[in-house]
């Protein structure tokens, strides 16, 4: 039955948020619940943070937004200096979107428009990992391996060559060596497949998140993806 005019919200009736403070949400019947992953993980600083409040309450007294073809923005400028310096020099260019999917989705374009300027135009394969959550959007989806998330729309997404994740938790193998070493063969056999020259990008969550729940350890995953690192630099 529906409650209300919103869509895509749970059958189950849940509880309606009244504010939040800290890591701390209230509802409208007086509970107070513990926001242990801050949401889809948007909240990172709390609820309720003065500094935060006092941030986007200075900058809407001035501006509440501008386009970057129409204008420069001071405060946006001060953002991507301090992301890049966060980098250690690794990264000097940001740009700013306004969802994880949409991230993905630039990225995505970004790497096939870089090949084809550079007269690459045979690359048309992205590869990701299964499972693996990128963002809800078409080309975000094509990356995803969530089954459930894929089925109904695999005849209209670009899909990627789906690889193994690998996984520390349900590994088969006696070691995690060896379970890193299966996953890779398998890896570059699929590349080998649709030949390297036509691959554009390797999409790795770091951490893994929405469909695998922090199931890898984040040591091994990254001596993993600097491995596939250099699987995809071979190609
Ligand atoms: C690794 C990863 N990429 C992309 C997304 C999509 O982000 P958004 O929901 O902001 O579109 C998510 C969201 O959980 C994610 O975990």
Do not use: W
């Not at 963002?135 to 094509?142: C, D, E, Y």
């Not at 056999?189 to 020259?197: F, K, Q, T």
């Amino acid at each position: 039955m529906t409650r209300n005019a919103l869509f895509y919200q749970a059958d189950s009736e849940l509880p309606l948020v009244s504010h939040a403070d800290g890591v701390y949400i209230r509802d409208t019947d007086g509970n107070r619940f513990i926001d242990a992953c801050s949401g889809a993980i948007t909240c990172n600083l709390g609820h309720n943070h003065p500094a935060v409040k006092q941030a986007i309450s200075a900058q809407l007294d001035k501006v509440a937004f501008t386009y970057r073809t129409q204008f420069e923005s001071q405060v946006a400028i001060d953002l991507a200096d301090a992301l890049t310096d966060l980098t250690d020099g690794d990264l000097d260019k940001v740009f700013f979107v306004g969802s994880g999917s949409e991230a993905v989705e630039s990225a995505m374009k970004l790497a096939r428009q870089y090949f084809v300027s550079i007269q690459q135009p045979q690359r048309t394969h992205f590869v990701s990992l299964r499972p693996s959550y990128h963002g809800s959007t078409l080309g975000a989806l094509g990356l995803t391996g969530y089954q459930p998330l894929e089925a109904p729309f695999t005849d209209i997404t670009l899909s990627s060559l789906k690889v193994p994740s690998p996984d520390f938790y349900r590994y088969q193998e006696s070691t995690i060596e060896e379970h890193v070493n299966a996953v890779l063969e398998e890896t570059e056999a699929a590349i080998s497949r649709v030949g390297g020259e036509r691959i554009i990008a390797i999409a790795i969550e770091p951490v893994g998140g929405a469909s695998t729940g922090h199931a890898c350890l984040t040591a091994n995953i990254c001596k993993a993806s600097a491995t596939f690192a250099t699987v995809m630099a071979a190609c």
